[in-house]
């Protein structure tokens, strides 16, 4: 059975993506073992960095739904926009991937299909550590951690730049969960730069 620690990896919603920007780390399917629902607990509830706030609900087996208001402007109404998670354990550390979205092509058009449904198969993944208050700090990647793993065999991948960099890991899940394992803090985050908060401040959706 898994150990849980506070060390994590985690990528929640609109939050990270306005920390990372254009860049991003995605991998083909989550890699190491399901969390068991004990430790799912500590996250679930209503979480805020800025606005807007992000509920997460555990559904089953490590897998969340995510969801957070976002405000149409042009049609004056709110529109709920839901995130798939999968969270697991690698090594006494805990991953959090985000499924990618996929904008409406043309033939879902034609298929009634909508927009925001997930890409399968693909995850994004980022880093952060839980404090002692239940806080999540989500710490700017070290990316040149994992372009390095990639340019020198030691990780199958592609890397592009163009307005950040986006990194495509499709080694196999266990490689990739060994070679995060291996790695320190300093190896994983950016520490010169400063995480960003979420803070927990509705615990109502805990089981």
């Known amino acids: 059975m898994p150990t849980f620690n506070r060390t994590f990896v985690a990528l929640i919603a609109l939050a990270l993506l306005a920390l990372v920007g254009c860049s991003s780390i995605t991998v083909d399917a989550p890699v190491g073992q399901a969390i068991t629902d004990e430790q ?16 997460v609900k555990h559904i089953a087996g490590g897998r969340f739904v ?31 991937h985000l499924a990618e979205l996929k904008e409406k092509s043309q033939d879902d058009k034609k298929e009634g299909a909508e927009a925001g449904q997930v890409k399968p198969g693909r995850y994004s993944l980022a ?10 700090l989500l710490w700017p990647t070290n990316y040149d951690t994992f372009e390095k793993a990639v340019e020198s065999g030691a990780l199958k991948g592609t890397v592009v730049k163009d307005n950040g960099t986006r990194i495509q890991l499709t080694d196999e899940p266990e490689k990739i969960a060994a070679f995060i394992a291996s790695k320190s803090p300093a190896e994983l985050y950016d520490l010169d730069r400063k995480p960003t908060v979420l803070v927990r ?4 959706l805990k089981k």
Do not use: H
């Open 40 to 55: 799912a607990k500590d996250f679930e509830g209503l979480w805020r960095s800025g606005e807007p706030a992000v509920a």
């Open 66 to 96: 995510a969801a957070t208001l976002d405000y149409d402007e042009k049609a004056s109404r709110f529109k709920l926009q839901q995130f798939d998670c999968v969270i697991t354990d690698v090594n006494g550390r805990t991953v959090i």
């Open 127 to 136: 880093f952060g550590t839980l404090t002692d208050d239940g806080s999540i």
């Open 201 to 204: 401040i509705d615990a109502g």
